[in-house]
């Protein structure tokens, strides 16, 4: 078993045993289990054999229940995994990053986002973490102090808030206020920009009044293209429309105090090198959530997350959630081969969540490298895409149940609808929840084709066998699904699930041997356009590929 060389090392002891999960004893175990089993691993003669099959595969996180019942594993296939993880050295790794060293070792630097949901007087973890924990309290009063301000004039001095930013800086908190609605400001209106593409900004500023908009601009460094570009843009936009007053209807999110009051920026929040931007959402970025659903409600959300915090800290790894569903995809992704994963929201505020776990999964586990430099000889992230609710079953669940691809599904139930859901409305959520529970039994079950033919009409077709019939409407079922459930979608709830998202994906990543906290893959093309926007001045093709040169001149052309 070979340790991995770049393990930062601890002060609290010697240094951690991480071991590459395919250098471990485990894996050598788990790839004779598939073979044996795995491969031919039926999910409707393990529900037939083990009628407690459900209550033996479910698991309660704080906030969060999952029936993993439905996935394509047995209690010796956990048992396994479970060793899989403790080899690696899963805990080490894990109590690293609360402690706060630097696991992010290609830029040096901690990994710190549950210090952003950490109460003031939270338990001490490590030098490191207390002192972020102090930091980020500093910070965390005068922004919701501030939101709270606005709030207090909504209706009257602001009418709509316009958030600015790109990749963490939009996804976290447009998912979150779409989410949380229920819990919104009733005064208030959101909007929200990314794009550096004018049909993006452009209608959303056609909506709005200069005069009664905060505009909320959140740029780390107040250097991020897409973010600024926008940024003038509201500006002169604002300038032009009848405001007059840029401080007080503009706040920046960053740490570069001296570019936002160039800008015209004087109250800006920040925040610190170890928030990475798909984790940011906790800090000052989600300013917007803050004005959204309150002080309180922010509150909540943070503490949602912190109690998943807590359960991933010291819940053993049998009983872990995100350790098991870690597990689960590791599983499949290098033992079955599945290439992707569909998260399937039975709760229409949930439909930007698929967007924000694409940022969260693949952009941190999109690596081929080990920290050690090493090409990985397994596969890594899987592809994550989904859609809310029924939408998905009218359009991409024909390939879940009938193509040739087999692609787990995490379906997602809200128990209780939103407030006010009741009288007209429903009917419409019990439809809803059977809806779910249905696709994840279709998938489970499926439907053979002598079954299929009992049910074709003797006259589907009159120049097609009524057994080629029975064949386009058989299922093959065994695909596996995975089902979370929430009481109701609240801030503490949604805080929960969010964290509990971010914590699997850590641990996938630490059993890849892979760093989850760098994102070097997004830097080439920037660096790559800034070279080419003064080629749309001049015209200049020089040195460049025929591909690249032919474009540019045909997008140049009058």
């Not at 787990?408 to 529970?437: M, Q, R, S």
Request: one cysteine or more.
């Amino acid at each position: 078993m070979r340790p991995l060389a770049g393990t930062p090392r601890s002060g609290k002891g010697p240094r951690m045993s991480l071991v590459r999960c395919d250098n471990t004893e485990a894996w050598g175990a788990l790839k004779a289990h598939y073979e044996a089993k795995g491969r031919q691993f039926d999910l409707r003669n393990a529900f037939a054999g083990d009628a407690g099959r459900f209550d033996r595969f479910a698991v309660q996180a704080p906030g969060v229940f999952a029936d993993l019942s439905k996935n394509r594993w047995d209690a010796s296939t956990r048992a396994l995994l479970t060793g899989l993880a403790a080899e690696c050295g899963l805990e080490a790794r894990r109590d690293a990053m609360f402690a706060g060293e630097p696991i992010n070792l290609t830029e040096g630097r901690a990994v710190l986002h549950t210090a952003l949901r950490a109460p003031a007087d939270a338990k001490s973890l490590g030098v490191v973490a207390d002192a972020a924990i102090a930091d980020v309290h500093s910070v965390l009063e005068p922004l919701l102090a501030y939101a709270e301000r606005v709030r207090a004039q909504a209706g009257t001095q602001f009418t709509d808030v316009l958030n600015i930013g790109i990749g963490g800086s939009d996804l976290g908190p447009q998912m979150a206020v779409i989410a949380l609605e229920e819990f919104r400001h009733p005064k208030l209106r959101f909007h929200f920009v990314s794009n550096v593409d004018g049909h993006d900004i452009a209608p959303v500023l056609k909506r709005l009044d200069a005069r009664s908009t905060l505009v909320i601009v959140a740029s780390k460094t107040f250097t991020t293209q897409e973010t600024l570009a926008n940024a003038r843009v509201a500006r002169e936009w604002f300038t032009a429309n009848g405001g007059t007053d840029v401080a007080t209807h503009f706040v920046g999110v960053t740490t570069n105090i001296e570019a936002a009051a160039k800008f015209g920026i004087t109250t800006t929040f920040g925040f610190w090198d170890w928030v990475g931007g798909r984790y940011s959402l906790w800090s000052a970025i989600g300013l917007s959530l803050a004005i959204a659903i309150g002080a309180d409600g922010f509150k909540e959300f943070l503490a949602g997350a912190h109690a998943m915090d807590e359960h991933f800290r010291t819940t053993p790894l049998a009983h872990n959630l995100p350790v098991q569903l870690a597990l689960i995809d590791v599983w499949y992704r290098n033992f079955h081969g599945f290439t992707s994963r569909s998260v399937a929201p039975y709760h229409q505020g949930l439909k930007r969540l698929p967007a924000y776990l694409q940022q969260l999964e693949m952009e941190s586990n999109g690596k081929r490298v080990d920290v050690d430099g090493h090409a990985v000889p397994f596969a890594t992230s899987p592809v994550v895409w989904g859609e809310p609710g029924t939408n998905g079953q009218h359009a991409y669940f024909q390939m879940l149940h009938q193509g040739t691809d087999v692609v787990p599904v995490e379906f997602i139930a809200i128990k209780t609808p939103a407030a006010g859901h009741d009288g007209l409305y429903a009917d419409l959520h019990t439809k809803l929840l059977a809806n779910c529970l249905a696709q994840s039994q279709a998938l489970m079950q499926g439907k053979a084709p002598a079954e299929a033919a009992l049910e074709s009409p003797p006259t589907a077709s009159r120049t097609i066998a009524r057994e080629v019939i029975a064949e386009h409407r058989g299922f093959p079922g065994n695909r596996p699904s995975t089902t979370l459930v929430l009481e109701a979608l609240t801030p503490r709830t949604l805080g929960a699930l969010i964290a509990l998202y971010e914590h699997r994906v850590f641990c996938s990543g630490a059993l890849w041997g892979i760093n989850s906290f760098d994102q070097w893959g997004v830097e080439l093309g920037k660096a790559l356009c800034n070279a080419l926007l003064p080629r749309f001045e001049t015209g200049a093709t020089d040195g460049l590929d025929s591909s690249t040169a032919g474009l540019l001149t045909r997008l140049l052309a009058r």
